[in-house]
């Protein structure tokens, strides 16, 4: 089993360490209690990172360095300012390596990895998580035993990685690992969720929301228990979109009324936490569903300004995947009037943005309604 010593912010047996320095092991013994007592807040990282950074040129052990640097990461991350978080990362990884902490280089590579997510580098942060596989085979081969929790641990960030790259046999292939592990593991109740989270996207691209939303309901209540509020943000988001998406497929009546009446409140929640917590790509994830919703129900409301406007928030905040939901929304809601000359130019627009992103997936629906919008075309002879 691998034991990473960034978990715990000073240990006896590192006193010994050439260049241990106890000033520095009671500064970061301090840090890490103003980022554990502070539960996750913003201010707290913050505040650990600027009372460490007047001591970053002192003279401290290797280890007391990497748990310097590490901090920082963290600090950054909180900050959302993500690429000086991988530079810290790495600076990390560099010690960690020197060490030969092989704990230490998977724990660094796993926020390495989140780092990478967060800047839609799926690529890597896809290598990061195998590479953090990797370290544990090799742990496995040398000592004769597996950390299965481990494993579990990252699988489902990778499928998810993958899943967004379109590696969708990849994809598969770790869900399926996943299910096995997390089936001898206890208390792995966010992992399983994590995981099935992966099916239901690949189940919704399929065209099968049906299968997809009680699984997402089941994950909105693990998710509601035990993740971050931004991660409860998307997975409300995540029950509306599969509701709309399901009901989508059905024509007015009860049937759709009733899955309408269940997308309502969790994209109400969605809304409100966006907003509470900031999140204006999630402010414009949750837009995008308004504008389903308001479709789907009858609304009489102004759809393309409310989707344009997230189209424009998207080139602010530079979120290539906002911008091409935002598109294909503007598609299908053009489709839907029978606007299908401006429905293509929004597909269009949408392959086009993600032509060298690295969440193609997000293209797929895009493809699909853009083939679909040229057969009417020919049909109609617009």
């Not at 590490?70 to 010690?95: G, K, N, P, S």
């Not at 489902?156 to 598969?172: G, M, N, R």
């Not at 401006?342 to 392959?351: I, M, P, S």
């Amino acid at each position: 089993m691998l034991n990473s010593s960034l978990m715990q912010a000073d240990d006896e047996t590192w006193h010994g360490e050439p260049g241990y320095s106890p000033q520095m092991g009671r500064l970061l013994a301090r840090a890490y209690a103003l980022v554990k007592t502070g539960r996750g807040q913003v201010d707290a990282y913050l505040r650990a990172a600027l009372e460490l950074e007047p001591w970053r040129d002192a003279a401290m052990s290797p280890r007391q360095r990497m748990h310097l640097y590490f901090l920082f990461a963290l600090a950054q991350t909180a900050a959302r300012q993500y690429q000086l978080a991988l530079f810290w990362i790495d600076e990390a990884l560099l010690i960690a390596f020197a060490l030969a902490a092989d704990g230490d280089q998977a724990e660094l590579l796993f926020h390495r990895a989140t780092c990478h997510r967060a800047e839609l580098l799926l690529r890597e942060a896809a290598e990061d998580l195998r590479d953090y596989l990797a370290i544990l085979d090799l742990a496995q081969d040398l000592l004769g035993t597996d950390d299965p929790a481990a494993r579990v641990r990252v699988l489902p960030h990778l499928a998810t990685y993958e899943y967004f790259s379109a590696d969708f046999a990849a994809a598969e292939q770790h869900i399926a690992t996943a299910r096995t592990l997390i089936a001898q593991l206890p208390n792995s109740t966010f992992e399983s969720a994590a995981t099935e989270w992966v099916q239901a996207d690949l189940d919704l691209l399929r065209g099968q929301p049906e299968r997809a939303l009680r699984p997402a309901l089941a994950i909105l209540e693990v998710y509601n228990r035990e993740a971050t509020p931004i991660s409860q943000e998307r997975a409300e988001i995540f029950v509306a979109h599969t509701a709309l998406a399901f009901a989508a497929t059905l024509p007015a009546g009860s049937d759709r009324n009733a899955l309408l009446q269940l997308a309502r409140p969790h994209l109400e929640r969605a809304e409100w936490v966006s907003r509470e917590a900031e999140d204006r790509p999630g402010q414009g994830l949750s837009q995008l569903e308004r504008a389903q919703y308001a479709r789907l129900s009858g609304a009489t409301t102004d759809r393309v300004t409310s989707i344009e406007a997230v189209i424009r928030l998207a080139h602010e905040i530079e979120d290539v995947a906002v911008h091409a939901q935002a598109h294909t929304a503007l598609g299908d809601e053009f489709a839907a009037r029978g606007e299908f000359d401006a429905a293509l130019t929004c597909y269009r627009e949408t392959v086009d943005v993600l032509a060298t992103s690295q969440v193609p997936v997000l293209a797929v629906p895009a493809r699909r309604a853009l083939h679909h919008a040229e057969e009417m075309y020919v049909k109609t002879g617009q």
